[in-house]
């Protein structure tokens, strides 16, 4: 089987949790099976990756990319970015 070219991870910790962090994994999981890369982008729920200051956390690996303080419209952005990446 081959790894996913993409891995977001997206805290679920207490602080990250009541800012949205639910929503934020929802939304990503959505992306992924919408635009058919299931194969390609996982998505992946985590305890807190101690940066709650700056919550909601999403870090995209292999890019080793940290993206806060995460919201709807930051989903989209970043989904759409990293994909396009991929492609090149």
Same mark, same amino acid.
């Given at each position: 089987?081959?790894?996913?070219? =993409?891995?977001?991870?997206? !805290? !679920?910790? %207490?602080?990250?949790?009541?800012?949205? $962090?639910?929503? #934020?994994? =929802? /939304?990503?999981? =959505?992306?992924?099976? @919408?635009?058919?890369? %299931?194969?390609?982008? /996982?998505? #992946?729920? *985590?305890? !807190?990756? @101690?940066? !709650? %200051?700056?919550?909601?956390? +999403? *870090?995209?690996?292999? /890019?080793?990319?940290?993206? *806060?303080?995460? @919201?709807? @419209?930051?989903?989209?952005? #970043?989904?759409?970015? +990293?994909? =396009?990446? /991929?492609? $090149?």
């Amino acid at each position: 089987m081959k790894p996913p070219e =993409s891995i977001f991870y997206v !805290c !679920c910790g %207490k602080k990250c949790k009541k800012r949205g $962090s639910k929503l #934020i994994l =929802s /939304q990503l999981k =959505s992306e992924v099976k @919408d635009r058919g890369l %299931k194969k390609r982008v /996982q998505v #992946i729920r *985590t305890g !807190c990756a @101690d940066h !709650c %200051k700056h919550g909601p956390i +999403v *870090t995209i690996m292999p /890019q080793n990319e940290w993206v *806060t303080e995460v @919201d709807e @419209d930051k989903v989209k952005e #970043i989904f759409a970015r +990293v994909v =396009s990446n /991929q492609k $090149s």
